[in-house]
């Protein structure tokens, strides 16, 4: 009896583990879970959507500033005019200017005196009339005369003068400023009445107004993101309307503070809702990274 009882409780002792084992499959799944979380943190998006900015390119921005400090006595466009290249833009006066005339004038006046000795000193020297040391004392005032003259030429020339146009009775306190292109008066940073230094702006010269996009992204896509890539983008507020453009330029540095790439892109078409400094919702393409599958 009792080794018979022995029998029938081994058997269900089996009986039970056997069952255990069929109803507890979680260790044998384990790894496959595994292996997809793997495959989808891997996953990344094929587009992404980020805000950007129509801005002016830097190419079409032209800064005016004086070559040389002064009063400036005046503007001569309000704020919006269009100019053509060559036109004055503003007046400047400062009394040195009447000073670096007199020394070009003084100048010019050596030049043409030592030039006219070296000459009569030449002819001497074929008379055998002068001696050598005379001959080369005027070959050097003649060389330091039109350094001088020539130094003086430029630096007027500079400043705004025409020195081929100077004599003593057209001498003057001012200068001009001329639009070195054509384009439009963005913006007016000093007004008359005031003292300017040099290389201070005056003006903001605005080529043309046809604005880019400029947008940031996560450093994490620079590998995905190239010049030619075409985006979509379209204002807050009134996605019904969307506007295409190209990537254009990738800039090669990432913000170290934000971790952000900027870049810009040229809409493919104008529009006269492009206007600068206004803010758009862009929709981006992402090219797959180099060595992906």
């Not at 979680?26 to 292996?35: M, R, T």
């Not at 005019?81 to 060559?86: E, L, M, N, P, R």
């Not at 995905?224 to 309307?241: A, H, Y």
Request: with cysteine; glycine share 6%; proline share 6%.
């Amino acid at each position: 009896m009792p080794i018979r009882l022995f029998k029938v409780s081994v058997i269900v002792f089996l009986f039970i583990c056997a069952g255990c084992h069929r109803k507890n499959p979680e260790i044998h799944s384990a790894a496959g879970y595994e292996k997809d979380s793997t495959q989808l943190e891997s996953v990344r998006p094929s587009f992404i959507t980020c805000l950007g900015t129509l801005v002016i390119p830097s190419a079409d921005i032209v800064l005016i500033t004086p070559p040389s400090q002064g009063l400036l006595k005046a503007i001569s466009f309000p704020s919006g005019s269009y100019v053509k290249k060559g036109q004055v833009l503003a007046t400047i006066e400062n009394i040195e200017f009447l000073k670096m005339q007199q020394e070009y004038l003084e100048a010019k006046s050596d030049f043409f005196y030592y030039g006219e000795d070296l000459k009569r000193q030449g002819g001497l020297a074929i008379e055998n009339a002068t001696s050598v040391k005379k001959m080369q004392q005027a070959q050097r005032d003649y060389q330091t005369s039109e350094i001088r003259f020539r130094s003086m030429e430029k630096q007027l020339a500079f400043i705004g003068f025409n020195p081929d146009s100077l004599d003593a009775d057209h001498l003057s306190s001012h200068i001009v400023i001329r639009a070195p292109v054509s384009g439009y008066i963005d913006d007016i940073a000093v007004h008359a009445g005031n003292h300017i230094a040099v290389g201070e702006t005056i003006l903001i010269l605005v080529r043309k107004y046809d604005p880019v996009v400029q947008f940031e992204l996560p450093e994490a896509y620079y590998a995905q993101l190239k010049t030619g890539n075409q985006l979509d983008f379209f204002f807050p507020g009134d996605s019904l309307v969307v506007y295409t453009a190209r990537v254009t330029f990738i800039n090669k540095q990432s913000d170290p503070g934000k971790h952000l790439i900027k870049a810009w892109a040229a809409p493919v078409k104008s529009a006269s809702r492009l206007i600068p400094g206004v803010q758009v919702s862009l929709r981006l393409p992402l090219s797959a990274p180099a060595g992906s599958n």
